[in-house]
């Protein structure tokens, strides 16, 4: 029989809740302190859980007897106060993207979490959603022989408010990292990048210093060549596909019907997944998964702190190539 693992979740909201359900299901996961500054959030997680305590802290639940684990889905801008007192207290970390929005707190607080020795995983899902991972199965096993040209797009059906935007880090370190983290993934590291972006969707995002629709273009340390492609507003809902090409042929993660049925009459009819939660709600269960088979089975979780900082160095890089209209190598970002 598996090992079961004292848990704090710290967080809440609709991600928090998301998790919360998932937790249920995980026989590894024992819940016993979730956090909220909503307390009345917290405190439904708690009821849902049948955890033992709720807290308006997250600190204070981190310290609850018992706690082996941390769940951390709070704001962005608390990831690494968080990541940094749970490494402190030898708690094993799991936390959403991204660690920090820059690259300094981000390295110092994963040399806290690598000096530590606790085991960590950020929450870069696709990894876990199970076309990408029979894609890279397929890739190692040479199926399609070696990788020439990679592409992916992403496209939300809306902008997030601008209050968030304003504090998101920018285009390619909120939204397109997720696209960079499956380009390292599935075809390896980035070399140098190139970005373009324009104002397209909403005029506002542009006087917040943003973009909102954007081409990055890619070489890979391999050889291969790289394109993704991102937009703030697709008005038929979430749009998300990649695309591996090789020299023996190819692999497509393609925008499938959220039913696997299609209607045929004077047209060609099919539903579309609207959210991001609602695509990968597979993977979001299949990873937290994952990283409590890890610590049962001793192994280091993945994707795991090197992952966490290379893929916000190649967004840094994209934002710096936009900013100054050039070439950036990767080497320059440090």
Request: hydrophobic residues 40%; aromatic residues 8%.
């Amino acid at each position: 029989m598996s090992k079961s693992f004292g848990v704090a979740l710290l967080g809440a909201g609709r991600m928090g809740m998301e998790h919360a359900r998932t937790l249920l299901g995980i026989a590894e996961a024992r819940v016993l302190a979730v956090a909220d500054p909503n307390l009345q959030a917290a405190e439904t997680a708690q009821r849902l859980l049948r955890a033992e305590k709720a807290y308006p802290d997250p600190e204070e639940a981190l310290h609850h007897p018992g706690v082996e684990a941390v769940v951390i889905v709070t704001p962005t801008d608390t990831h690494a106060r968080y990541i940094e007192m749970a490494a402190r207290a030898g708690k094993a970390i799991f936390c959403e993207k991204p660690v920090a929005k820059e690259l300094g707190e981000t390295r110092r607080v994963l040399e806290v979490v690598e000096r530590k020795g606790v085991p960590f995983q950020i929450g870069f899902q696709r990894r876990y959603d199970p076309p990408y991972a029979q894609a890279k199965s397929k890739i190692e096993a040479g199926e399609i022989g070696p990788v020439e040209q990679f592409i992916a797009v992403m496209r939300d059906p809306a902008p997030a408010p601008l209050e968030y935007l304003r504090t998101s880090g920018g285009l390619f370190v909120d939204m397109t990292i997720h696209d960079i983290d499956c380009a390292r993934f599935l075809v390896g590291e980035v070399e140098e990048v190139q970005a373009w972006g324009a104002v397209r969707v909403d005029p506002r995002i542009g006087e917040i210093g943003d973009v909102d629709t954007t081409n990055l273009s890619l070489r890979f340390a391999n050889g291969a060549l790289g394109v993704i492609q991102n937009s703030r507003r697709a008005v038929y809902g979430y749009d998300v596909r990649t695309e591996v090409f090789g020299a023996k042929g190819k692999l497509v993660m393609d925008a499938t019907p959220k039913t696997p049925l299609w209607q045929y009459g004077s047209g060609i009819n099919a539903d579309h997944y609207h959210f991001f939660m609602d695509r990968f709600k597979e993977a979001y269960r299949l990873e937290l998964e994952a990283f409590f088979r890890s610590l049962s089975q001793g192994v280091a979780p993945t994707p795991g702190p090197r992952d966490a900082l290379e893929s916000l160095r190649i967004a840094v890089a994209a934002t710096k190539s936009l900013q100054e209209g050039r070439v950036v190598r990767l080497s320059e970002v440090v």
